[in-house]
């Protein structure tokens, strides 16, 4: 199993980031995706996630400004981030989740596969 996320870097207040991830080694198509980030000193938090049937559901943080996305033909989950902001700072990771996952449920689930992260970085 491996999921390959690429896409970050540094970036200025106010600008954009795609992250990627590239999933391999299990059925993407019946698993949940999500994304998570963990900044330094601080505990990891879910981000965003998107179920096996298309649902979203976001942290209050990036709603409105973050979207999330699946290709299923690509076996990729990808994470449209705008207007980002120094809080934004952080390693984000993409995981996993078999089974028919509720959107709302995407925060709390145990997720069974991790990436390895990318960094983001929000300059001020």
């Known amino acids: 199993v491996q999921l390959q996320a690429s896409g970050g870097g540094l970036v200025q207040a106010g600008g954009s980031l795609r992250l990627s991830c590239v999933a391999s080694g299990f059925t993407f198509d019946d698993h949940a995706m999500g994304w998570f980030r963990q900044a330094p000193g601080k505990e990891r938090e879910f981000v965003a996630g998107?179920?096996?049937?298309?649902?979203?559901s976001y942290s209050d943080s990036v709603k409105g400004r973050f979207i999330i996305s699946r290709d299923f033909a690509k076996n990729t989950v990808s994470l449209q981030m705008g207007r980002l902001n120094p809080e934004d700072t952080a390693v984000y990771y993409c995981?996993?989740?078999?089974?028919?996952?509720?959107?709302?449920?995407?925060?709390?689930?145990?997720?069974?596969?991790w990436g390895q992260g990318t960094q983001v970085t929000v300059s001020s």
């Open positions: 995981a996993a989740k078999q089974g028919t996952w509720r959107s709302y449920e995407l925060p709390n689930v145990d997720y069974d596969y």
């Open positions: 998107i179920s096996w049937s298309g649902g979203v």
